[in-house]
Every structure is written in structure tokens, then in C-alpha cells.
């Protein structure tokens, strides 16, 4: 089965956005974020669609599945 994976920690450090101030942009908990980076949680549409946006950037850009 295909994995998510994310360069979400790498378009943070670009920025030099914390993980706490990204959660607030998207309304949701720092540890989500957290877990996004992790690989222990698949976002929601909304939710990859709403951090693309805060780095304008695309959501396949950013979330993608590995074999």
C-alpha cells in the first residue's frame, strides 16, 4: 500500500515557521502538525489545501505517496 509522505518540515524551515505557527494559520492543534511530519497522520483535504496555500505551493507538492 502506498505511503504519504510530506516535505511539510522542509517548507517550514524555508520560512522559518514553527510548528505552533503554522497550526494557528490552519486552525489546528500543534500536534497535528506534529504527526503531519511524523507520518502518523493523513491530513484531510481541507486541510493539505489549506497549508499549500500558506506556502503557496500545490498540495501534491508538498503531500505525495511513495510504493
Known sequence: MPELTT????????????????????????ETIIRLEKGQYNPSLKLAMDIAKVFGTTVEEIFHFED
Open 7 to 30: 516535505k511539510l518540515k522542509e517548507y517550514r524551515a524555508k520560512v522559518n515557521m514553527k510548528q505552533g505557527e503554522l497550526a494557528e494559520k490552519v486552525g489546528v492543534r500543534r
